[in-house]
């Protein structure tokens, strides 16, 4: 490929599903020039870098070829993934030239994890004082900022903005220094670049968090018009344009657009995503050894302690809204003197609900969720009354903003048992979720980096269901509260338990927040224990949320999400996926799934570990987690072993035969005597099989074979009815009465034939199997016989009718990938009938 040296004039073609576009420019070019160096990370209020040059600009001079970059399979023609390596200006170049979002994206992740150490030249050490190494994170922040691409004069998306400001975080993170002590202008550029951003576009001169436009007004013209305004003749051409309101600057043309607009309508603006991203990437930078830098933990401080303002949700001012309006109201008298139906922008009802007044909290939840991913040690350990660990003032805020949106909620109760509205709890702030979330996390965090002792495991009657726990009045916000007292009485299980039980009943978001709190509390007080010792946390958590599953007003969606957190806390997840406040803390599902499956940082390019840091449950990248699977680690050993030797006490077996007998009950739809709920009402799994199937996966990797603690106690018939049998209360583990057992053979006798064509069933599909295997061995040649030779089967003289060899059980089948390890065997092997490409070579023509 060749072509010009001047990106405008760059050519793009296609060719065999390859695609590339030339250009370059020699990097001695105005090497004569030079600059002091400058100490900042922009000179000037503008988006240029020192001498006036953008960082696209500054990074093409690096590039000492004629090709701009190459894109494989720029249509997806083939159904594969395929990775190219280029330099970092060849990135660069598609970033801003290429109009594809995913060739964007993968440009920005790819820029991510460079510099590489055998890239560019040894000699070059700077372009225009500005050092190689940090022209990739340069180059992300112009895209972050809002340059314009070259392909349409227009910014980025913020979707592509969005992964920009992940992007720099992760290249931080993969550049950071070891520890958060080194200081310089050139140890913490990324995260000045985040902080630079978002001062500039939502910090006020005194520090105030602005406000975000949620939507755009947008004016709909149909064929040429002229604005007219004060003598300028600007005309809108064109069929069916789209002009936004404020990117008029003038009054009067403003006011002129309105009126000549055929339609006036409003339209999201995406802008406060990058914000929520840009938060995230500052919460989520670390150094080599884990510790988030001051600067981080000083920008999220001064975002929860000034909030976010409110607004109105049009943003155009009152004298322009009037005349949308009366635009409005014309037209719909036109339209009813002709007897048209207006169905394409809405109902007026619905246009009147986008003028309604509203408090943006997206910013206030995007900084609390954020400080699950801060760790901070408290700079000495030797008299900790002396030193105050540097989480108790985020503590502090958190509860505030906590205790602000729970009345709030108590309010809007109180507002719907009058009015009956049947209004959701749904479409309002999610605070209190993504603050009960970050305030366990921060105690959890507290106990684990400091002196200070693990709360202990709670006892049943702290938590135990009680309908009248909180009421709305009893719930206050008032100024003259001490904020650090209750943050520590906020770090007990009790706290979340009223929270949960609150009635009326909270929101599922809310109460699955609590349920989680609770949870990681009660694992993280058996992180100390000694093997010998009983761990009773992870029980205790487990029948918290069996007895909230099984509670009447629980809805069903909820009771999901608390077999989940029962999974999550058994596989070591429940505090480091932060499931409630990821997945309902936002009412946005596309960034939750990618939150929630990849880490805060989101997807990353393979090469590196920036984004995978996080998401290392290390003590020391991630304590709170860590104390919280340790102490997890040690409930799991404690059930599976519970009634095997004389090391569990005899309570310890008896509470863990229980809570197996009330699992298994529910699993089978029926109620268990020990509930506290209503017993003549049908079993909660009576009707939901996804429930069912949760808590049946559930009993399966608690005890894969058996439970020993049943078979324990149920040995125990010689004591059987004895006063310490009864007060233990092993008469309720796994005991079936005279009628349950009638109930169960007229079951059998029913479901009699059912069975049995399901018995024949598993049987053909077991000799289905067996016959398959002898094909396969038939066909590979052990079987054959001397007047039948038979061809050893090879990639090349296999055909139709003749099976596949069998796959074997590797590391990533036992970890269910099934079909990423069959691809790959089947690759290895060369029986997908696909080939494999793993150079490309690319010949200049001269001239």
């Known amino acids: 490929a060749s072509g010009p040296k001047s990106p405008s004039a760059a050519a793009s073609g296609a060719a065999g599903g390859v695609s590339s576009a030339a250009g370059g420019t020699d990097p001695t070019e105005g090497s004569a020039r030079t600059a002091p160096p400058s100490h900042s990370v922009f000179t000037s ?161 005194d520090n105030t968090i602005m406000p975000v436009h949620y939507t755009r007004t947008v004016c709909k013209t149909s ?59 500052i919460a989520s930078i670390r150094a080599k ?94 008299d900790p009354a002396a030193s105050q660990h540097p989480v108790l003032p985020l503590m502090a805020l958190c509860h505030r903003w906590l205790e602000w949106d729970l009345y709030r909620e108590d309010v809007r109760l109180e507002a719907e048992a009058d009015t009956m509205t049947g209004v959701g709890s749904g479409c309002y702030s999610t605070v209190s979720v993504c603050a009960i979330t970050a305030l366990v996390s921060l105690a959890l965090m507290r106990q684990s980096t400091s002196e200070a002792a693990p709360a202990e495991v709670p006892a049943a009657e702290d938590i135990k269901h009680d309908a009248s726990s909180v009421s709305p009045s009893k719930r206050k916000v008032r100024d003259d509260d001490n904020h650090h007292t209750k943050a520590e009485q906020a770090s007990t299980a009790k706290y979340y338990a009223e929270i949960f039980d609150g009635r009326p009943v909270r929101a599922d978001a809310t109460r699955a927040a609590a349920a989680q709190a609770i949870t990681c509390i009660c694992c993280a007080a058996d992180r100390l224990n000694d093997q010998n010792v009983d761990s009773l946390g992870l029980l205790t958590a487990l029948e918290f949320l069996l007895d909230r599953i099984q509670e009447p007003t629980t809805s069903s969606g909820l009771r999901q999400s608390l077999v989940a957190l029962m999974f999550d806390a058994c596989t070591g997840k429940v505090c480091s996926m932060q499931r409630a406040a990821i997945i309902g803390g936002r009412n946005d599902f596309c960034t939750s799934a990618s939150s929630f499956t990849q880490g805060p940082l989101g997807a990353s390019h393979g090469g590196d570990n920036g984004s995978a840091f996080l998401l290392s449950v290390a003590e020391e990248t991630y304590p709170a987690a860590n104390a919280v699977n340790d102490g997890a680690r040690q409930g799991l050993r404690t059930m599976a072993r519970a009634g095997r030797d004389q090391a569990s006490s005899d309570v310890t077996v008896v509470r863990v035969a229980k809570f ?188």
């Open 45 to 205: 209020d503008t988006m240029l870098h020192s001498m006036g040059y953008q960082a696209i600009e500054l990074i093409r001079l690096t590039n000492r070829t004629p090709l701009l970059w190459v894109s494989i399979d720029p249509h997806f023609m083939y159904d594969g993934k395929v990775s190219i390596f280029q330099p970092d200006s060849c990135l660069a170049e598609r970033l801003f030239h290429d109009g594809e979002a995913i060739s964007q994206i993968e440009s920005i992740r790819a820029l991510a994890e460079r510099p590489h150490r055998i890239q560019g030249s040894v000699r070059v050490k700077t372009i225009f004082d500005v050092d190689v190494a940090e022209l990739p994170v340069r180059v992300l922040g112009d895209c972050l900022r809002g340059s314009a691409t070259l392909q349409r004069d227009l910014p980025h998306t913020p979707a592509v903005r969005t992964q920009a400001a992940l992007a720099i975080a992760q290249w931080q993170n993969n550049k950071a220094p070891q520890s958060i002590d080194v200081v310089g202008g050139d140890s913490w550029v990324g995260l000045d670049l985040l902080l630079q951003y978002f001062k500039e576009r939502w910090m006020s001169g």
């Open 223 to 281: 064929k040429k018009k002229n604005l007219g305004g004060e003598g300028m003749g600007d005309e809108i051409s064109a069929m069916g344009d789209y002009i936004y309101l404020d990117s008029l600057t003038e009054p009067s043309e403003r006011a002129n657009m309105i009126e000549v607009a055929d339609a006036v309508q409003f339209e999201e603006d995406e802008e406060y995503r990058v914000r929520s991203a840009v938060i995230t990437a």
């Open 289 to 382: 050894d884990g510790s988030t830098p001051p600067a981080a933990i000083r920008f999220l401080t001064s975002i929860l302690s000034s909030g976010d303002g409110s607004i109105s949700g049009n943003v155009i001012p009152p004298y322009e809204d009037s005349l949308v309006r009366k635009k409005r109201l014309r037209r719909s008298i036109d339209q009813e003197e002709k007897g048209e139906d207006d169905q394409a922008d809405g109902s007026d009802w619905a246009e009147d609900i986008m003028d309604a007044a509203y408090v943006s909290a997206t910013t206030l939840a995007d900084s609390l969720l954020a400080l699950c991913h801060v760790n901070v040690n408290p700079a000495q350990l030797d």
């Open 660 to 847: 197996a007998t009330t699992l298994w009950r529910t699993i089978n739809g029926e109620t268990s005597p020990q509930s506290t709920h209503e017993s003549s009402r049908p079993g909660v799994c009576s009707q939901d099989g996804q429930l069912r199937c949760g808590l049946l996966s559930l009993w399966q990797w608690l005890w894969p074979m058996t439970c020993v603690a049943v078979l324990r106690v149920q040995s125990w018939d010689g004591i059987a009815g004895t006063k310490r049998y009864l007060e233990l209360g092993a008469d309720t583990v796994m005991n079936i009465t005279e009628e349950e057992k009638e109930a169960m053979q007229e079951e059998e006798e029913a479901c009699k034939a059912l069975k049995a064509i399901a018995d024949i069933e598993i049987d053909r599909q077991r000799w289905r199997g067996d016959m398959s295997k002898r094909s396969y061995e038939f066909h590979k040649g052990e079987k054959a016989t001397p007047t039948v030779p038979v061809e050893p089967l090879t990639s090349t003289s296999q055909d139709l009718g003749k099976p596949l060899p069998l796959v074997a059980k590797d590391a990533a089948w036992r970890s269910g990938g099934w079909v990423a390890s069959t691809a790959q065997q089947r690759r290895a092997k060369g029986l997908d009938g696909g080939s494999a490409i793993t150079k490309i070579r690319l010949t200049v023509a001269k001239g």
